[in-house]
């Protein structure tokens, strides 16, 4: 399984940018979807997560600015980010946390990262 991610770029201080990503193929079931950060020299942490029935969890300095989304097959993943910080500068990695069939366990798939540049 691959994800697709996109959307990412430079934009000024205070603007947006809309990221999406997207998989292969559909999964026998999602657990949740996620879009995950990581900043020079900084682990990889947690932006935002949905899970299957719903319910959506946010890194408290995006909290009011991004916004996670999925489409109903839990196919596809999009983080729309406003109000943009020169902070918010990272490589975004999208997760898809589920399996890919009745016969697999329970994985991590990631995409291959975007970036996003804010400059101030």
């Known amino acids: 399984v691959q994800l697709q991610a996109s959307g990412g770029g430079l934009v000024q201080a205070g603007g947006s940018l809309r990221l999406a990503c997207a998989a292969s193929?559909?999964?026998?079931?999602?657990?949740?979807m996620g879009w995950y950060r990581q900043a020079p020299g900084k682990q990889r942490e947690l932006v935002a997560i949905i899970t299957s029935g719903g319910s959506t969890m946010y890194e408290d300095s995006v909290k009011g600015r991004f916004t996670i989304s999925t489409d109903n097959a839990m196919n596809t993943a999009n983080l729309q980010m406003n109000s943009l910080k020169a902070e918010d500068t990272a490589v975004y990695y999208c997760?898809?946390?589920?399996?890919?069939?009745?016969?697999?366990?329970?994985?991590?798939?990631w995409g291959q990262g975007t970036q996003v540049t804010v400059s101030s």
């Open positions: 193929r559909s999964f026998f079931s999602v657990n949740r």
């Open positions: 997760n898809i946390r589920g399996r890919v069939s009745w016969t697999t366990s329970v994985d991590d798939y």
